[in-house]
């Protein structure tokens, strides 16, 4: 009796750890402006061995899976950010490819890492020249023990602060201006 009460109980602890998130829809939050159109494609992501595409990478006991595919998500996320910086996301000149290198919580301890790491590609449509590669790492530490709403805001303020460090980029907005006027 008393290996299947623990049978059981390690089955349930087991199932507590895995869970399929339906973010809410991402909240931008840029106060760039950038008078330029850029047409953004969908993202890559490049996960760690064992890591789902639409999972969030856990170093702790679990599996935290989204509802849509990283780079997916990410890529969204830059279309949202881009228009609340007056930026068009339909362009013929101008073409975002990004790759998501790593999404991360690192929750071991009594607090959590949260982690980006995204390579951003900004490329001439008509000759598909580089004019922009430059990669942004975020990480920032927060409090584990907090209710489903303070997750969901961190893992917005993960994504939006490394967008904000591409919008934020002189070298980006200059050559964005100069090389992605709006049509």
């Known amino acids: 009796m008393y290996k299947i009460l623990t049978a059981l109980l390690s089955l349930t602890t087991l199932a507590a750890c895995s869970a399929k998130l339906s973010l809410p829809p991402y909240q931008p939050t840029t106060s760039s402006e950038i008078n330029a159109a850029v047409e953004v494609n969908n993202f890559s992501y490049f996960p760690r ?16 899976y989204l509802t849509e595919d990283v780079g997916t998500y990410f890529a969204n996320a830059v279309r949202r950010e881009m228009r609340q910086a007056n930026m068009s996301i ?3 000149n101008c073409t975002l490819d990004g790759e998501v290198n790593d999404f991360a919580t690192d929750s071991l301890g009594y607090s959590v890492d949260y982690i980006t790491d995204v390579r951003y590609i900004l490329r001439r449509t008509k000759d598909q020249k580089t004019l922009f590669d430059n990669n942004y790492t975020v990480k920032f ?8 709403d303070v997750f969901f805001a961190n893992i917005n303020k993960m994504v939006s602060d490394n967008i904000d460090q591409l919008l934020k980029d002189s070298v980006f907005v200059t050559t964005t201006k100069e090389n992605c006027a709006k049509n």
Do not use: D, L, P
């Not at 061995?49 to 935290?64: L, S």
């Not at 530490?141 to 489903?148: E, G, L, R, T």
């Open 49 to 64: 061995e064992g890591v789902a595409q639409n999972e969030i990478r856990e170093t702790a006991a679990g599996h935290v």
């Open 90 to 92: 339909q362009s013929k």
């Open 141 to 148: 530490n927060a409090s584990k023990f907090v209710v489903a």
